[in-house]
């Protein structure tokens, strides 16, 4: 799943990298190179010449200068699945068995998460404000010192999360699960809805899109979710990311034969 919201952040580093925008044509930004192992599950894209990839179904990290790319971590065995950095020297990790590893530019580090849950997604406001979710309702958050468990009010699954600002967090999961977290306290909002939900992503705190399985776009405004339709309902939705609020992708693909790979604008 993890794998074809890849594709959502393709398009935020492509539209960057371009300059220009979501009306631009789509080209080839960035080709890994041709000894990568395995898909690639996530990205993280700082700048134009600070991109970092987690490629071989999440156990390598790989970096790209703007020309060279570099090997920064083989991980062996272990499966990661959310990247996020707030710079080149700041880059967090997050996978299987609670594993959270960090890179301070030179080098990676294990971090203790206190937790054995699999973790799917990670987000920060900034490099000491960085917020993870993912297996059992769980939700970590780092302080710039240390990681601590968050009480999230649900056992269900997380799959993403994203914020306006560390105040103003969402994150979603199965069964429709939407999290929001204000700064205090995680709390659930109605949805509407009984889906998968894997993506979430805002132009700000009262703009918010998330995305999941069965063609699911909702849409929160601020005051209430509300379902939103594209007009079909055969498509399993992964990711959603705009360049602004009238201007928003999701990214997933398709069960109609012939048509796997779909993209809304």
């Known amino acids: 799943m993890k794998t074809l919201r890849l594709v959502a952040s393709i398009i935020l ?12 044509e789509w ?5 890994l190179p041709p000894s990568t192992p ?27 200068d703007g020309s060279d790319w570099r090997l920064l971590l083989d991980s062996g065995s272990t499966d990661s699945y959310g990247i996020w950095g707030s710079s080149g020297s700041d880059v967090f990790v997050v996978g299987s068995s609670g594993t959270i ?6 080098s ?27 297996g059992s309702g769980t939700i970590l958050h780092f302080d710039g010192s240390s990681w601590s468990a968050m009480a999230s009010g649900t056992t269900r699954w997380l799959n993403a999360v994203w914020g306006s600002s560390g105040t103003d967090v969402f994150a979603v999961g199965d ?24 993506g979430v992503w805002g132009s700000s705190g009262s703009d918010v899109f ?20 594209t ?14 609020g009238s201007d928003v992708f999701a990214v997933g693909k398709s069960w109609v034969p012939e048509t796997h790979r779909t993209i809304y604008h």
């Open 210 to 229: 998330a995305v999941g399985h069965y063609n699911t776009i909702l849409h929160y405004d601020g005051s209430s979710w509300s379902t939103m339709s």
């Open 27 to 31: 080209e080839v930004q960035k080709t």
């Open 175 to 198: 069964l429709g699960t939407i999290l929001h977290y204000d700064g205090s306290s995680w709390s659930a909002m109605a949805s509407g809805n009984s889906e998968v939900l894997y």
């Open 108 to 134: 990676w580090s294990d971090m203790a998460s206190g937790t054995a849950q699999t973790l799917n997604d990670v987000w920060g406001a900034s490099g000491s404000d960085v917020f993870a979710v993912g």
């Open 13 to 24: 580093c492509s539209l960057f990298l371009q300059g220009s925008s979501a009306a631009a």
């Open 231 to 244: 007009g079909t309902h055969n498509d399993y939705l992964y990711g959603v990311w705009g360049s602004s």
């Open 101 to 106: 590893q960090h890179f301070d530019g030179s």
């Open 38 to 64: 395995g898909a690639v599950k996530d990205i993280s894209c700082a700048s134009g010449s600070d991109l970092f990839f987690l490629a071989a179904g999440g156990r390598v990290v790989l970096h790209y």
